[in-house]
């Protein structure tokens, strides 16, 4: 429908080396609502292109400089052609011809001289589906997104953990770079939703969540919530040195939330142990082995009195 392309006012490329051609083609999609930008050949529509980025692109095949199909080929190798269709509209009819313009990445192809009515709907369903296709990835996008987010806390959760630490530990055993790994445990915390209810529970989980966030800031780090009321930290190209100073932030920041726990054995505020590991993945190294080894080290700073860290 007219309304539909004059609201939205899509933008149609039209590349034809014929200026009779592109003035009534003009004519007719002005006449349908959409704005116009034209061009004369493969390599003028290329420029328009990166300029524009138009809804749709109607080419014609023969042109001298460039033609339709090297036109097209060279516009697939742009990131902001993904969701631009090419619809091919020339007068070759061979079943060659037809081939290779869908072969080069044309969406749809029409013969000339065109049938105003095909046309019309042609460019219309071209532009729906792109715009279609764009929303879906969108949505896609967002989806991935929140299958590896923690609801309660808004840090990454344990699938997304994983994920991001099997990558990590992949792209450090490549580069022979260091890895840390720091898994923290909130101390006493039974206590404390005991105390105070399950409810608060879950606001102390998020203000530490929100409080390791603050610290853990350098691009490439991860907080992750690892189980209920335990912690994962990713620091990739980390020494012991590096990781070190991350932990000792952890408990203090934590310590200086000092969100009352009364009936903790430590300190009349929520306090958090830490463990860590640091290792250079070796070929034969085996990441379930470093998270164990993160694993034993907080068990110590459990076992050493809590509210503190050990490697
Ligand atoms: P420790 O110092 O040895 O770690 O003692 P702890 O009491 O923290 O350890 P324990 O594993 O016995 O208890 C963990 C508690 O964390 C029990 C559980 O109810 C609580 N918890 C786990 N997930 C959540 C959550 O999402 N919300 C709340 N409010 N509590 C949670
Ligand atoms: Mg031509
Ligand atoms: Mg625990
Ligand atoms: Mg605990």
Redesign the pocket.
């Known amino acids: 429908m007219k309304a539909d392309a004059q609201e939205s006012q899509s933008l149609v490329l039209i590349v034809d080396d014929e200026p009779f051609i592109r003035l009534i083609l003009r004519h007719f999609l002005e006449r349908e609502g959409y704005q116009i930008a034209e061009a004369q050949n493969g390599i003028e529509a290329i420029n328009v292109f990166n300029q524009l980025h138009p809804d749709i692109v109607l080419l014609d095949a023969m042109m001298p400089d460039m033609d339709g199909f090297e036109c097209c080929t060279q516009l697939q190798n742009f990131d902001s052609s993904k969701y631009t269709p090419v619809l091919m509209v020339t007068g070759l009819e061979d079943q060659e011809s037809v081939d290779r313009a869908f072969e080069v990445g044309a969406m749809d192809y029409v013969t000339k001289p065109v049938h105003w009515a095909v046309l019309r709907q042609r460019v219309k369903r071209l532009i729906e589906q792109s715009q279609l296709q764009q929303k879906l990835e969108a949505v896609n996008v967002e989806l991935q997104r929140l299958v590896t987010i923690d609801g ?1 806390t808004q840090v990454a959760n344990r699938r997304g953990f994983e994920e991001y630490f099997n990558q990590e530990w992949q792209r450090m055993k490549r580069d022979k770079c260091p890895l840390s790994l720091i898994l923290c ?9 005991d105390t105070y209810g ?2 608060i ?2 606001r ?2 998020q203000e530490i969540a929100k409080a390791l966030k603050d610290i853990i800031k350098r691009p490439g780090d991860l907080v992750a919530r690892y ?3 335990e912690f994962a930290v990713i620091l990739p190209n980390t020494d012991t040195e590096g990781a070190t100073h991350v932990a000792n932030n952890i408990c203090h920041a934590v310590r200086t939330l000092a969100i009352p726990h009364k009936n903790s054995q430590v300190s009349p505020h929520v306090t958090i ?1 830490a463990g860590f590991t640091t290792e250079i993945p070796e070929p034969d190294s085996n990441l379930e082995e470093m998270i164990y080894a993160a694993d034993r080290a907080l068990y110590q700073a ?1 076992a050493a009195g ?1 509210d503190r860290f050990v490697q």
């Not at 445990?185 to 939703?193: A, Q, T």
Request: glycine fraction near 14%; charge should be neutral; proline fraction near 0%.
């Open positions: 309660l445990d909130v101390d006493f915390f039974k206590l404390y939703n399950h409810r529970g879950d102390c989980l189980g209920g009321e142990s459990k809590r």
